[in-house]
């Protein structure tokens, strides 16, 4: 496994935030998380990321622990985050939302990085002609590119992603939802959170649902879609 | 807090000390004493900003100022005033230049509100020098008559002299405090809490926020105002450097933060070690401000809660046996 | 009939009489009471304004109110070697006899802070506590004023070697305590106005610092110059806030006015500031001043920029003593003043003149008093200097008994290149303009009226 | 305005040339006031930190400036006096600011003050609290003409000077990586953070970035005025203002505030000197009483 | 009757539409819920009913009268209490502190500077009472901030219905607690607003379901449908909106 959770425990305050959440990931694994809003699906994320700090629990990455670390060492140990509302920086043009990618970590690889801003407007065409533009003016659609595309930039070996299809439109959402499978092809692992429910499935091969605050189910894909009535109960109406 | 035999006992002991006061110490000691009244009062009216309605007034000098300036000049013009009227004058002034500033100060906090009031309070200090024809510039309003207390027609008490003003500075600062502290325990004072926890949600319940603020504002002012009433009695002058000077606002600042923020007592205990420390310093050492500036840095590094802040502690500790 | 040779004769004889009661009394009338004796001077080698020994015990106490702390300390620090070399030259004569007892002096420190409330609480402080016997001070004519007060409250006399404000000594302020033995505003005035009297200047600019001082320093020269020399001219008149940040326009204003002479009352650091600006812009006209005075500053500043530098002050020596004793006493404080280390190793205590001067001779004065009082009583010591004449080093100083200001000639000095070996082994401006033309304005010429109200103070008693 | 005999056919053109040195010397000081101010308002927008120990760290640089003078030259403690500063100012970010930022603001500014009275207390026991003098170096001592007055070297290059720092801002902010990345933590600092970049560090270094501002300043203005212990108050107070008027966190608004102050200051000097001093604070509250965030800023 | 009326209210924060024209209606005596997947604009919609937001375009009423433009501590007056998503509560103070605030604001006490708090009986017998409906009596002195997360939402709730407000909004009252916690809070809620009018927002379905009498759902800033909870369940629009499906 690449990514074990083990028992992590976030509060914010005096609310308990998460409560023993355990998960993991296995290299080349695509993991979606899936839950209504306010169960704790983004600070699943943030406390793996150490923007949040967890008050206890393990996170083992390739076998090192990973918990209480500030989030630039987290991420240099490998992990990309694209955080929910893409959260692109509106005053920087599109090549230095890029480059703040790869600022903070340093290349490991000997071959040279894998993700050079070349291959980063091979995968992503538009960036090309706009990479000079203000990330504030291009499209919700292209944002969300823009931030995969950074954290790519720091050349993780697992990305988590929060709600990537959020305020999309469905055309859009495909295109996301395909430049993620491309990725994952490349041989990074995803963390998956998603209240797009059809975009999950396609993906993912695993599903964790989240009710309050803990993992409520965990199964493959299969298994959900043969039984309606838990997707009911965590998802819908 | 129930009051027992024994606290009563001690509180006799205490007035009795105090009465006794002048008598051991000479003019010296209770001239330091009235000083340290008098920033007492001060402290503890911005203590009403700062640790109940959780407002960082950077420019509390400015009431302190104005109700100075209000009984010197009101003494200056109508020596026959009467030496209440005189300080009833000075502390409305206070409370009035609060309601004429509070409209630009309710709307805003933190930061903003810090520069604000110090914009506000250096705007007056410039002022107080420039309108020569009023304040006299730089030499302030001085000489003025103080005019005897008159008790109900029967007794005129000249307080001018060091003890007689110690014993009436006494009754003035215990009487503000006393009702300082009593607005704290009002309705209107858990509103003040209210607002410096969860200044939204006062607002949500009902009560009228900028309103609210304020009445704080102008309660903080008359009690700051009085204070400075006290200190142009005592000094018999009044200038833009004693009174209205930033330094002062500061000053009061670091009484509270020093005693303990939070806390009623917190400014009276920080204006007591404050003008104790400075009156040691000035026989040692010429470098008060490197005093006080490692002081603050100390209080707000390692201990927040200040003196009363570290009693407590001290107390949880080795008091509960 | 009585003959006419007999009434000739009678005649003779009264007016031999009355011309040898004249040769009497007329040289009595105008000798000093005392006077300033030079070669009286202790041996000074082991004077160190660092290292001072405060004599303790019984001693007559002196209480050295001055700023101490806060931005203006470096006022407090320019007069601590001037009490100190007097105190020091009296006590190893000896001291002085006062209640039947040789006593040494002890100069305690008081902090004004420059701050009016807290002066009367240190005042307070060093009568009650310390029990001196006599203040010595202080700068700024508001903290004086409170000095002053405390010093007829509690009965102690007290010199004012610092503040020159008129309202110090009028109808309204004077008490019997305060004794001013430096000018007041309109003695500087008048002097510096007689000074320009004959000479060709006419236009003048007035630019001085917006407060009380600065206000009243300004008035009264543009009220004296119009007595004086009627035909000049104010071509402008500005006051600038206290600290001001930028003088250039202020400048701009003056040089477009085109004066002959700006006049200013400025003090550190504004009246530094504005030289310096003025010589940066251009402007090299005479700058007519009293506190600009700083000789480092002078020196950074260099030999052009303090040319045409004209200052009005009760002492001014320069390069140019005018008694033996004035240049023994200047070259007997430079010697020490080699020796001394920071912060009395600046330029400005190289040469004890202007204000450090005028102190020293004010200070010495002071002390004469107590040794004619020979006490410490303040009655005694109002008796003595009410009227008293003594011939200091400039000169003769006389405590007027009617408002106890002191009359006494002024200087105005102009500054120039330096020139060379002035005193012994060294000259007096070394790298920049120094004093080099001074000019004497009798004291009679400056002489100001006496307040209405204090002109029967004496006779009704 | 007097204007003497032999000019009154000029009249115009008179006023004219003292309107526009006048206007010349509001810019100079307003550009020294802005570089006083930058850091500040910088320090504040990323950080969120009101440095009340600014202007002493300024006062510090002129007086660094003096000593280094002293034994060099001008330039050289140009050069050197800010990064002492610098350092300095990291130091205290470092190991005073950094550990009270999670109490809020109220602590922090009490802290900064207390940082402020220290600062000045040590400049008073090293170099005493008479006034020093530095000068501006020979080569820009002098003057030259305009009209008939006449404008000073050493202020234009304060201008030129000015100017190239801040087009060196300009640059290192367009692109440097450390203003790359300084812009992105000005919007969103967690996530820079989550990107891999050591975000404390760079507060750090971004705090001495500012107090550097401040140093340059106190070494630009050491020639000008007299190096003092009051020079902090003289000059901070300014500083303050600007930021406040311009708006909390605004470089923008610090520079245009810089300049206005600096013009009202000289245009109110010229035409109306009586109520000169009270135009900065009036303004301030009056901008303040219309829009409580200053002239550009967006926040309080 | 209506006690509380939207019409065709709009709001956007610059330029970004959060509501366009949303018409709402809720009657006097019902539970109404507000749902709607994330971004939806429920929160918006509750800010600008309760004063926190001045609408940009279209009214509300609130008992006959206009109140798109007034200030929340008037809305409070005119009886409209309102709880938080994120708990705002007096943290420093004890629960009886916070508690006695609102029945302060009850009782219209608000510049009263003569009479000690603790002596008017008639407020801490108001409180006392609230305490015990809320469950908190016997933890009354301690500081709130000492309380379990689900004893400091209760705080607020009890805030809300101590002004014994006409209408009271509730924004996410659940929000952060665990299962348990949730359902006390439910239990909790349904006694306390008894016969009362309620407006809440809410992710969590089982609370929604156990606590409304009608729903409206919210998608995009506009209102998809109004209905009782079984005709919610099954909507297929409502469904789709919330797995997000791409056919809505």
Request: some cysteine; overall charge neutral.
């Amino acid at each position: 496994m690449q990514l074990v959770v083990k028992d992590l425990n976030t509060f914010y305050g005096a609310i308990h935030a998460l409560q023993n959440i355990s998960l993991s990931i296995a290299e080349g694994e695509i993991v979606a998380l899936l839950g209504r809003n306010g169960m704790g699906k983004s600070t699943t994320l943030k406390s793996i990321m150490g923007i949040i700090k967890p008050r206890s629990g393990s996170i083992q990455f390739n076998g090192n622990e990973l918990a209480g670390l500030p989030p630039h060492k987290i991420a240099q140990a490998g992990i990309g985050y694209v955080p929910e509302d893409r959260q692109v920086f509106g005053n920087l043009t599109i090549e230095e939302n890029l480059m703040m990618g790869q600022m903070g970590i340093k290349n490991k690889n000997a071959a040279g990085p894998k993700w050079t801003l070349d291959r980063i407007y091979e995968h992503f065409p538009f960036m090309v002609k706009k990479h000079g533009l203000k990330a504030r003016f291009i499209s919700g659609g292209e944002q969300q590119m823009l931030s995969i595309a950074r954290a790519l930039m720091g050349n993780p070996s697992l990305l988590l992603i929060d709600e990537p299809s959020e305020g999309l439109s469905p055309i859009i959402v495909n295109e996301v939802r395909d430049i993620l499978a491309e990725i994952n092809k490349e041989g990074v692992s995803v963390l998956l959170v998603e209240h797009n429910y059809k975009v999950a499935v396609y993906l993912a091969k695993r599903i964790y649902l989240m009710g309050k605050a803990h993992i409520g189910y965990e199964n493959s894909v299969g298994h959900l879609e043969a039984h309606p009535e838990i997707r009911s109960q965590f998802l819908e109406v | 807090m129930k009051i027992t035999k024994g606290h009563f006992i001690i509180g006799l002991l205490l007035l009795a000390a105090l009465a006794a006061y002048p008598f051991f110490s000479g003019v010296v000691y209770t001239n330091l004493f009235v000083r340290f009244l008098i920033f007492a009062l001060f402290g503890a009216s911005l203590n009403l900003l700062l640790s109940y309605t959780g407002l960082l007034n950077f420019g509390h000098a400015m009431f302190f100022g104005v109700g100075g300036y209000a009984t010197a000049l009101l003494l200056e013009h109508m020596p026959n005033a009467g030496l209440l009227t005189a300080l009833f004058v000075g502390a409305s002034a206070g409370a009035l230049l609060a309601l004429i500033v509070s409209p630009m100060l309710v709307r805003v906090r933190d930061t903003a509100f810090a520069l604000m009031t110090l914009a506000l309070n250096q705007l007056l200090f410039i002022a107080c020098l420039k309108l020569r024809g009023i304040t006299y510039g730089e030499d302030g309003v001085g000489g003025f008559s103080i005019p005897p207390l008159n008790l109900f027609g029967l007794v005129s008490v000249d307080i001018t002299h060091p003890y007689n003003f110690f014993y009436f500075s006494l009754c003035i600062v215990g009487l503000g405090l006393f009702l300082m502290w009593y607005t704290t325990r009002t309705p209107f004072g858990s509103i003040m809490i209210g607002i410096r926890d969860n200044p939204n949600r006062v607002n949500y319940l009902g009560f009228n926020l900028p309103f609210s603020k304020t009445v704080i504002f102008t309660i903080s002012g008359f009690f700051a105002g009085s204070a400075g009433a006290l200190f142009a009695l005592f000094q018999n002058l009044v200038s833009p450097d004693a009174v209205m000077h930033i330094q002062n606002s500061f000053t009061a600042i670091i009484m509270v933060f020093v005693g303990g923020i939070g806390t009623f007592i917190g400014p009276i205990v920080g204006a007591a070690i404050m003008t104790g420390l400075e009156n040691l310093a000035v026989r040692y050492t010429e470098k008060i401000f490197l005093f006080n500036g490692l002081l603050l840095i100390m209080v707000v590094m390692f201990f927040r809660g200040g003196f009363v802040g570290l009693y407590n502690l001290a107390k949880a500790k080795w008091g509960s046996k | 009939m009585v003959s006419s040779k007999k009434i000739r004769y009678c005649l003779s004889v009264a007016m031999f009489i009355s011309l040898f009661l004249l040769a009497g009394i007329v040289p009595a009338a105008m000798s000093a009471n005392a006077s300033f004796n030079i070669d009286k001077m202790s041996d000074m080698s082991d004077f160190d304004p660092n290292a001072v020994q405060q004599p303790t015990g019984d001693t007559i106490k002196i209480g050295y109110m001055a700023i101490l702390s806060g931005p203006g300390a470096s006022n407090g620090e320019l007069f601590w070697p001037v009490i100190n070399w007097v105190a020091h030259d009296i006590n190893k004569r000896g001291g002085i006899v006062v209640d039947g007892k040789k006593k040494l002096i002890q100069i305690i420190k008081g902090d004004t802070q420059s701050k009016p409330a807290a002066a009367k609480q240190e005042a307070e402080r060093l009568i009650l506590e310390e029990k001196v016997h006599m203040f010595w001070g202080t700068s700024g004519s508001h903290i004086a004023k409170v000095l002053s007060d405390v010093a007829a409250k509690y009965k102690v006399p007290f010199m004012n070697c610092l503040a020159l404000s008129d309202e110090l000594m009028n109808e309204k302020n004077f008490n019997r305590y305060t004794f001013q033995t430096i000018s007041n505003t309109t003695q500087w005035n008048m002097a510096l106005a007689q000074y320009y009297a004959d000479r060709p200047e006419k236009n003048f600019y007035i630019l001085c610092q917006d407060y009380l001082y600065g206000h009243s320093m300004g008035t009264a020269f543009a009220k004296w110059l119009a007595v004086y020399k009627p035909d000049a001219k104010i071509v402008g008149e500005d006051y600038h806030e206290l600290f001001l940040k930028d003088f250039a326009p202020f400048l701009t204003k003056i040089m477009a006015a085109r004066p002959d002479v700006l006049y200013t009352a400025d003090w550190s650091p504004d009246g530094n500031n504005l030289l310096r600006t003025a010589r940066n812009m251009g402007f090299s006209q005479p700058i007519a001043n009293i506190y600009i005075t700083d000789t480092d500053t002078q020196k950074a500043l260099g030999v052009e920029a303090t040319k045409n530098l004209v200052v009005c002050y009760p002492f001014i020596i320069g390069d140019n003593p005018q008694t033996p004793a004035q240049k023994k006493l200047m070259t007997e404080w430079h010697k020490r003043w080699l020796t001394w280390k920071a912060p009395f190793n600046k330029l400005i205590y190289s040469w004890p003149d202007v204000t450090i001067g005028q102190t020293l001779a004010d200070t010495y004065w002071m002390f004469d008093i107590i040794e004619r009082a020979a006490s410490t009583d303040a009655e005694k010591i109002i008796s003595v200097w009410e009227g008293d004449e003594y011939e200091g080093l400039t000169g003769m100083h006389k405590m007027r008994a009617e408002d106890h200001q002191a009359i006494f000639p002024m200087f105005v000095g102009a500054t120039g290149y330096p020139t060379k070996e002035v005193y012994p082994g060294a000259p007096y401006a070394d790298g920049f303009s120094g004093i080099n033309k001074v000019t004497t304005i009798p004291a009679e010429k400056c002489t100001p009226p006496i307040p209405e109200g204090l002109k029967d103070r004496l006779k009704n008693k | 305005m007097k204007i003497p005999p032999s000019d009154r056919g000029t009249i115009m053109e008179g006023t004219a040339f003292i309107l526009l040195t006048q206007g010349i010397h509001g810019i100079s000081y307003g550009l020294v006031l802005f570089l006083a101010a930058s850091g500040l308002s910088m320090i504040f927008g990323l950080m969120d930190i009101l440095n009340l120990s600014h202007a002493y760290l300024f006062m510090l640089a002129a007086y660094f400036a003096f000593s280094i003078a002293q034994v060099t030259n001008f330039w050289v403690a140009l050069l050197l006096a800010p990064l002492a500063i610098a350092c300095i100012g990291m130091l205290l970010e470092r190991y005073l600011i950094k550990p009270v930022h999670p109490f809020g603001h109220t602590p922090e500014l009490v802290l900064t003050l207390g940082i402020g009275m220290v600062l000045l207390e040590v400049v008073k026991s090293i170099w005493g609290t008479t006034m020093l003098t530095v000068m501006p170096p020979e080569s820009l001592q002098g003057f030259i003409p305009i009209g008939y007055l006449k404008y000073p070297v050493y202020r234009i290059f304060i201008i030129v000077f000015t100017i190239i720092i801040l087009c060196g801002l300009h640059q290192l902010f367009r692109r440097t990586r450390f203003g790359t990345i300084v812009r992105a933590a000005t919007v969103n600092s967690d996530m820079v953070s989550a990107l891999g970049i050591n975000v404390p560090r760079i507060y750090t270094l971004f705090f001495g970035f500012g107090t550097w501002l401040a140093g340059l300043a106190g070494v630009v203005v050491a020639p000008l005025l007299s190096v003092h212990p009051g020079l902090a108050d003289q000059v901070g107070l300014d500083a303050f203002v600007v930021v406040v008027l311009g708006g909390l966190g605004s470089l923008w608004g610090a520079f245009v505030a810089s300049i206005l102050i600096g013009l009202l200051n000289t245009y109110g000097i010229q035409l109306i000197p009586t109520v000169a001093p009270l135009i900065t604070f009036s303004l301030m509250v009056l901008v303040l009483t219309v829009k409580p965030t200053g002239l550009f800023g967006d926040r309080q | 009757m209506v006690i509380l009326q939207t019409k065709n209210l709009c709001h956007d924060f610059s330029g970004m539409k959060v509501l366009s024209q949303v018409n709402l209606e809720i009657l006097q005596g019902e539970r109404h819920a507000v749902i709607g997947p994330n971004g939806a604009g429920k929160t918006t919609l509750f800010n600008v009913i309760t004063g926190t937001y001045h609408a940009k375009g279209g009214s509300v009423q609130f008992k006959g009268a206009d109140v798109t433009r007034t200030e929340p501590y008037q809305l409070s007056r005119m009886g409209m209490g309102r709880s938080f998503q994120i708990t705002s509560i007096f943290l420093r103070q004890s629960a009886f502190q916070n508690i006695r605030l609102a029945v302060l604001s009850r009782r219209k006490i608000r510049y009263n500077l003569f009479k000690p708090i603790d002596s008017i009986n008639i407020i801490t017998n108001e409180t006392e009472q609230i305490l015990r409906q809320i469950n908190l009596y016997d933890e009354r002195n301690v500081p709130a901030s000492t309380l379990s997360y689900g004893k400091q939402r209760s705080i607020e709730l009890g805030m809300a219905i101590a002004t014994q407000p006409d209408l009271l909004m509730f924004d996410e009252p659940t929000a952060g607690m665990s299962k348990e916690e949730t359902h006390n809070a439910v239990r909790l809620i349904r006694r306390l607003t008894e016969g009362k009018t309620m407006v809440i927002v809410e992710h969590d379905m089982e609370v929604v379901f156990s606590l409304a009498d009608r729903i409206t759902v919210l998608h995009h800033g506009e209102i998809l449908l109004t209905g009782k909870p079984e005709e919610i369940k099954n909507d297929r629009r409502v469904r789709s909106a919330y797995l997000g499906d791409s056919e809505v």
